[in-house]
């Protein structure tokens, strides 16, 4: 799963108007491309940052720590509250997860959202694939619904 895609899905279940988001402040992000109006809807919104002010790296491989980070700034800027859970257990590998995205790792787990990979490991460098991608977002929808009561 590339950046790209990522913010892509996550502008897709927003319903963005592609036209609004024409422009990319990456020079890595050339306009006409299919993820260019999602990339700028998302760092517009605080989805997502880049590497620096020009460059996105949309062929970059997601991973598990960077997902948690998108998504749950994501959730904040759609406004939504999901149900935590009070005393989730904590990630073998915990100390590995670093500092910037140790807050939205621990939301995502305490949301229900993410899991451990195999002897409680979460693996935050790991490479995000696909079917995790679509077991994450298929979680948050499903916990969406419920916090509005759909």
């Not at 899905?9 to 927003?14: D, E, F, Q, V, Y």
């Not at 490991?121 to 977002?137: I, K, Q, Y």
């Amino acid at each position: 799963m590339t950046r790209a895609m990522f913010v892509t899905i996550l502008g897709r279940i927003s319903n963005i108007d592609e036209k609004a988001c024409a422009t990319s402040k990456f020079n890595d992000v050339k306009a006409g491309t299919w993820y260019a109006p999602y990339v700028t809807w998302a760092a517009e919104n605080g989805i997502v940052f880049g590497y620096s002010s020009a460059k996105f790296g949309p062929d970059d491989l997601v991973t598990r720590e960077q997902m948690c980070a998108m998504l749950k700034r994501y959730i904040d800027f759609e406004g939504y509250a999901l149900p935590l859970s009070d005393n989730p257990p904590t990630f073998a590998d915990q100390s590995r997860i670093r500092s910037w995205a140790l807050e939205s790792v621990i939301y995502c787990q305490r949301a229900g959202l993410v899991q451990g990979k195999g002897d409680d490991r979460f693996d935050p460098t790991g490479n995000l694939t696909r079917a995790e991608a679509s077991t994450v977002l298929e979680r948050a929808v499903k916990g969406i619904l419920l916090a509005i009561g759909g």
